[in-house]
């Protein structure tokens, strides 16, 4: 059984560039065509796996946002880099 379902509709969507190295790319597009579907879809869906299932990363994702409500409480502003 697939771990990945196949998409429904296509949500809307931002472009972004990576560098994969050669097997998972290879791996990519073999699990693409597996599932009929798009490597862009299986690397979206693997990412918000990857947040649901990483214990780590929500408490430090509710510590942010924890932290960004308390300041924004006190008036203050935040500006946030994405990289």
């Known amino acids: 059984m697939a771990l990945l379902k196949a998409p429904s509709k296509q949500p809307k969507t931002t472009m972004l560039?990576?560098?994969?190295?050669?097997?998972?790319?290879?791996?990519?597009?073999?699990?693409?065509?597996?599932?009929d579907a798009n490597p862009s879809y299986i690397v979206s869906e693997v990412l918000k796996l990857l947040y649901r299932k990483d214990?780590?990363?929500?408490s430090?994702?509710?510590?942010?946002?924890?932290?960004?409500?308390t300041a924004?409480?006190?008036g203050e502003s935040i500006q946030l880099e994405l990289k």
């Not at 560098?19 to 599932?35: H, K, T, W």
């Not at 214990?55 to 929500?58: G, L, Y």
């Not at 430090?60 to 409500?69: G, K, V």
């Open 72 to 74: 924004t409480l006190k």
């Open 17 to 35: 560039q990576v560098r994969l190295e050669e097997d998972v790319r290879l791996n990519l597009d073999r699990y693409a065509e597996f599932l």
């Open 60 to 69: 430090w994702l509710a510590d942010q946002h924890a932290n960004n409500r």
């Open 55 to 58: 214990r780590e990363f929500q």
